[in-house]
Structure formats: structure tokens, C-alpha cells
T-cell receptor, first 113, second 108 residues
Framework: NAGVTQTPKFRILKIGQSMTLQCTQD?????MYWYRQDPGMGLKLIYY???????DKGEVPNGYNVSRSTTEDFPLRLELAAPSQTSVYFC????????????FGAGTRLSVL | RKEVEQDPGPFNVPEGATVAFNCTYS??????FFWYRQDCRKEPKLLMS???SGNEDGRFTAQLNRASQYISLLIRDSKLSDSATYLC?????????FGAGTRLTVKP
């Protein structure tokens, strides 16, 4: 019953540091997504992928990079962490199609100090 | 204008009350619609999909009006366990757009 797994659960970064948020899914879903959620706000789409080797920008891509070398994995890279990137990050996957129901990981809580 | 707008809330209701949430969306190319539930500091989880014909799941009823670009969620006989934030979500060609959420607190 793994579903979508995110690591780490928590992380504190210093300004300018880099890190990769990991996301893996075992449902053989083609679609994967990265969102960020600031306190009291809805989810904002950072990047998404419709299949291995294909990625596209969402609403708030600046400061982030992604890759999709396999169906299962969709890591999110922060190159030069800034305080504005303090947020909760959620990864999700879906099978696509007309409904495109998304399944979410438990989230990564990131603080940049 | 935001792509997906929801009632700002918060809603504070007694147990047993009926409560309704509204949501509007701006993109007429939107293909599918959902209500997700998010508990404090947890990930969103699908509550129900929303269809034009309306659909019901126990105490929850969802409705979609494509002409008005309006989605609703009705919760009957509220339980303490219904306390959460309810997110209206719209699928636009595989790219999901989330409303900011409406917070519901059900009190004894």
C-alpha cells in the first residue's frame, strides 16, 4: 500500500544551499506533479510530468528543476534555496484520463533560514 | 481573477448541521472537477468527483453547473470528524488547479 512516497519529511536549509526532494510512486501512473502549499493557502503547481522524459512548468516554477527519467520517480531540485521557498511540498501522481484523480504523498516540510 | 475561487470561510457549525460550500472556476476548458479534503498538516485526499448530473456519497452531495462554472458541496448531519479544509479542484488538460480551501470546524 505504498502509493506515493516522499522523502525527507522535514528539512531545514540555509540560504543558498541545494537539495533534492524525492518522490516515487508504485501505481504505474504516467502523470506526476509537484505542488507547494504556503500556510493558509491552496496548492500551487510547480512542475508536472505526463510521462518519462517529459516535464512541463506549472504556475510557480522559478527556483526549481525537475527530471523524469523513470515512470516511478520525479525528483524536485532546489538549486539556491531562498526563504521564499519555505513551504510544504506535496508530490502527487495520477493515471490521467478524463477524471485524472490525484494521489498525494505525505509532504515535505521545508524551512529555509 | 483566480482560476478557482472558494468561499473564504471559516465555517463553524454544530454537530448535526447542514453546511454548503461553493466554488467557481474561470476556465471554460476545465474538464473534470473534484472536492478534496485536507486535515491539518496532512496531504489532500479525494473526497469525491463532481459530475454534471450531481452525485451523492452518504452525507455528501456534490453538484456541477457548467453553464455558470460553479461547483458545490453539501454536507448533511455534520460530524466532528468532518472538521477539515475542503479544497475545490479543477482539471484543465491534466494540469490541476486548486482553490485556497474552505475550513470547516464542527463543534459538539
Amino acid at each position: 500500500n505504498a502509493g506515493v512516497t516522499q522523502t525527507p519529511k522535514f528539512r531545514i536549509l540555509k540560504i543558498g544551499q541545494s537539495m533534492t526532494l524525492q518522490c516515487t510512486q508504485d501505481m504505474n501512473h504516467n502523470y506526476m506533479y509537484w505542488y507547494r502549499q504556503d500556510p493558509g493557502m491552496g496548492l500551487k503547481l510547480i512542475y508536472y510530468s505526463v510521462g518519462a522524459g517529459i516535464t512541463d512548468k506549472g504556475e510557480v516554477p522559478n527556483g526549481y528543476n525537475v527530471s523524469r527519467s523513470t515512470t516511478e520517480d520525479f525528483p524536485l531540485r532546489l538549486e539556491l534555496a531562498a526563504p521564499s521557498q519555505t513551504s510544504v511540498y506535496f508530490c502527487a501522481s495520477s493515471g490521467g484520463g478524463p477524471l485524472n484523480i490525484q494521489y498525494f504523498g505525505a509532504g515535505t516540510r521545508l524551512s529555509v533560514l | 481573477r483566480k482560476e478557482v475561487e472558494q468561499d473564504p470561510g471559516p465555517f463553524n457549525v454544530p454537530e448535526g448541521a447542514t453546511v454548503a460550500f461553493n466554488c467557481t472556476y474561470s476556465n471554460s476548458a476545465s474538464q473534470s472537477f473534484f472536492w478534496y479534503r485536507q486535515d491539518c498538516r496532512k496531504e489532500p485526499k479525494l473526497l469525491m468527483s463532481v459530475y454534471s448530473s450531481g452525485n451523492e456519497d452518504g452525507r455528501f452531495t456534490a453538484q456541477l453547473n457548467r453553464a455558470s462554472q460553479y461547483i458545490s458541496l453539501l454536507i448533511r448531519d455534520s460530524k466532528l470528524s468532518d472538521s477539515a479544509t475542503y479544497l475545490c479542484v479543477v482539471n484543465i488538460w491534466g494540469s490541476m488547479r486548486f482553490g485556497a480551501g474552505t475550513r470547516l470546524t464542527v463543534k459538539p
